[in-house]
């Protein structure tokens, strides 16, 4: 049966920008190293990853969510079912970026198993692309354990967030010359192990550029360096969501004061009756007239 001609172009143009539009690869985020910085983002919810979907080239569901979103004072408290629950979300709400989630502290540490079961979990239950883990001395044979079996693995060295604890607090990394080779040397260990990228957290700006330079996967600063292969930060960060914000962070918007202006706004219409008004109101339909 042939379509009639309205409907077969509405069906031309929808399979058109069905083709038009296709998610990033491992291979196009690997693709980058040296050339154009990867724009990075981070995305907890649908509507969120659907605004930065055409600007961004990946977007992590961090475990910063417990701190953005849950209001807990650090990353440790994160569960897998929240970072499903919020990578699903993103999903949903972006079709062309490279969707990384983040494991929580506790579900990849002990074991190479662990860590395949609950990265294979976030995998099938999201459809993200890829997972993140924490490159402590421990993690490179967990990175090829997952890489060998199908499960791309971005890597994070410097400053740990899931490591407070034994840090003492959120503090910038490599600063002396036995912390420099740490950093250094998990980042050539996750490289080694088959990382696809790694993200560069707090550190100085010479270390920075010298793991950029010894791995040969693309690195994704935050705190770090403008010469890594691309820059992350928190969304609520940059969006100026927060009263404070790391110094390593540039705040493209005020958000937080044009909210409290909007909800300050709000209250004085709704306590002076002012909202709703008629734009705002249903009205009874008029009686429709009977025919003769």
């Given at each position: ?5 309205g409907l077969r172009q509405a069906k031309s143009l929808a399979m058109s920008k069905q083709t038009r539009i296709s998610r990033k690869t491992v291979k196009d ?187 040969s996967c693309p690195t994704i600063g935050i705190g770090a360096s403008a010469s890594c292969d691309g820059q992350v930060l928190v969304t609520q960060d940059m ?25 300050g706004q709000f209250a004085v219409d709704v306590r002076s009756r002012e909202f709703p008004g008629e734009a705002e109101t249903y009205s009874l339909r008029k ?6």
């Open positions: 049966m042939r379509l009639p001609a985020i690997a693709a980058a190293k040296g050339g154009e910085p990867l724009v990075c983002l981070t995305a907890y919810d649908a509507p969120m990853a659907e605004i930065m979907d055409p600007h961004a080239d990946l977007i992590l569901v961090g475990d910063s969510v417990g701190m953005v979103v849950h209001g807990l004072p650090s990353t440790v408290g994160v569960t897998m079912e929240m970072m499903i629950l919020h990578g699903q979300a993103v999903m949903r709400g972006s079709q062309q970026a490279f969707v990384v989630v983040d494991m929580p502290f506790g579900s990849y540490e002990t074991s190479e198993d662990q860590a395949f079961l609950n990265a294979a979990r976030i995998m099938k239950e999201t459809g993200c692309q890829a997972v993140k883990i924490e490159s402590g001395a421990y993690a490179a044979t967990q990175i090829a354990h997952l890489v060998e079996r199908g499960i791309p693995v971005m890597g994070h060295v410097g400053l740990r967030p899931q490591a407070v604890n034994v840090d003492g607090g959120f503090r910038a990394k490599g600063r002396t010359e036995s912390e420099r080779d740490i950093v250094l040397n998990e980042a050539r260990a996750a490289d080694e192990a088959g990382a696809f990228a790694i993200v560069i957290e707090g550190v100085a700006r010479d270390l920075a550029d010298e793991i950029t330079k010894a791995v969006l100026g969501l927060f009263d404070w914000a790391p110094k390593f962070v540039r705040r493209y918007a005020d958000l937080r004061s044009e909210i409290d202006t909007a909800l009686p429709e007239a009977k025919q003769p």
